[in-house]
Nanobody, 121 residues
Framework: QVQLVESGGGLVQAGGSLRLSCAAS?????????MGWYRQAPGSQRDLVAA???????NYGDIVKGRFTISRDDAKNTVYLQMNSLKPEDTAVYYC??????WGLGHYQYWGQGTQVTVSS
């Protein structure tokens, strides 16, 4: 199993910054491949914000390119999302995601509980 605990959400004014953290814990049977952040606004689908592979390759959703940066600290099993130049349309619940394998096989998706980010205009 993999457990994900997010932190760092909150209320910020437009143009401000926030940093989200996601700490992962796992059983010995599981290895974490990619980790990422998704977000979901009310009435909308859950969309990719950013993802980072075990090798450090990153992928960003078009709407956040150039403003958000994803990074990971494997020693701490933690992934971060630095969000700069925040806009009201970035308001959403942000979810941490992990893609993990069990005994080196398969791909299993795990989700955190979500953290609210609200950007005021």
């Amino acid at each position: 199993q993999v457990q994900l605990v997010e932190s760092g959400g909150g209320l910020v004014q437009a143009g401000g910054s926030l940093r989200l953290s996601c700490a992962a814990s796992r059983s010995t049977s599981h290895s974490i491949n990619a980790m990422g952040w998704y977000r979901q606004a009310p009435g909308s689908q859950r969309d990719l914000v950013a993802a980072i592979s075990s090798g450090g390759r990153t992928n960003y959703g078009d709407i956040v390119k150039g403003r958000f940066t994803i990074s990971r600290d494997d020693a701490k099993n933690t992934v971060y999302l630095q969000m700069n130049s925040l806009k009201p349309e970035d308001t959403a619940v942000y979810y941490c995601n992990a893609d993990a394998s069990r005994w080196g096989l398969g791909h299993y998706q795990y989700w955190g509980q979500g953290t609210q980010v609200t950007v005021s205009s």
